[in-house]
T-cell receptor, first 115, second 109 residues
Framework: GAGVSQSPSNKVTEKGKDVELRCDPI?????LYWYRQSLGQGLEFLIY????????KSGLPSDRFSAERTGGSVSTLTIQRTQQEDSAVYLC?????????????FGQGTRLTVV | DAKTTQPNSMESNEEEPVHLPCNHS???????IHWYRQLPSQGPEYVIH???SNVNNRMASLAIAEDRKSSTLILHRATLRDAAVYYC??????????FGKGTRLHILP
């Protein structure tokens, strides 16, 4: 596809279960970002991948959160032992490079509900 | 991370120009000024960016103060579809994109 694709679009899970959220960036984009947006709130930075460099994990809220980016393309955000406060929309974005004059393209997000 | 300050909300009449201000007094010489907007129930979308000179594109114009400590996003003729949260962001050496609270723009018909 032409844009950033995220799956699933909606996920309902029970408290304590693990979930995996997927992001397919635009082909050829070397930079990939994950954000979290709780209801009525702003975007909270989670993690940033740029090429083969070590990811910037400074926004991950706890060690229950982790992310991988395989082959410089698809990324998976994993949340272990989900809690109700993890309920939010998780947004992924990609950009052609990580350079400061490059625009980022966002997916439509995955709405996670922990019950 | 470099910081920006924006009004929490603004109103404008449909078909009139809108000027959205942003203060970034701690900007450094290499920071780029980016604007994104987020329409209801959608992911953010890029609007425009600049470094020193004013910029125009099909969506908007960006006016950057001479000292670069402030900038203004200009929507030339607002429509109802322009109702969104507008984020002013400084992209600095850290590379990651940090969003603030933004300005919620209401368009009155």
């Amino acid at each position: 596809g032409a844009g950033v694709s995220q799956s699933p679009s909606n996920k309902v899970t029970e408290k304590g279960k693990d979930v995996e959220l997927r992001c397919d960036p635009i082909s050829g984009h070397t930079a990939l970002y994950w954000y979290r947006q709780s209801l009525g709130q702003g975007l909270e930075f989670l993690i940033y991948f740029q090429g083969n460099s070590a990811p910037d994990k400074s926004g991950l809220p706890s060690d229950r959160f982790s992310a991988e980016r395989t082959g410089g393309s698809v990324s998976t955000l994993t949340i272990q032992r989900t809690q109700q406060e993890d309920s939010a929309v998780y947004l992924c974005a990609s950009s052609l490079t990580g350079r400061l004059n490059t625009e980022a393209f966002f997916g439509q997000g995955t709405r996670l509900t922990v019950v | 991370d470099a910081k920006t300050t924006q009004p929490n909300s603004m109103e404008s009449n449909e078909e009139e120009p809108v000027h959205l201000p942003c203060n970034h007094s701690t900007i450094s010489g290499t920071d780029y000024i980016h604007w994104y907007r987020q329409l209801p129930s959608q992911g953010p979308e890029y609007v425009i960016h600049g470094l020193t000179s004013n910029v125009n594109n099909r969506m908007a114009s960006l006016a950057i103060a001479e000292d670069r400590k402030s900038s203004t996003l200009i929507l030339h003729r607002a429509t109802l579809r322009d109702a969104a949260v507008y984020y002013c962001i400084l992209r600095d050496r850290s590379d990651k994109i940090i969003f603030g609270k933004g300005t919620r723009l209401h368009i009155l018909p």
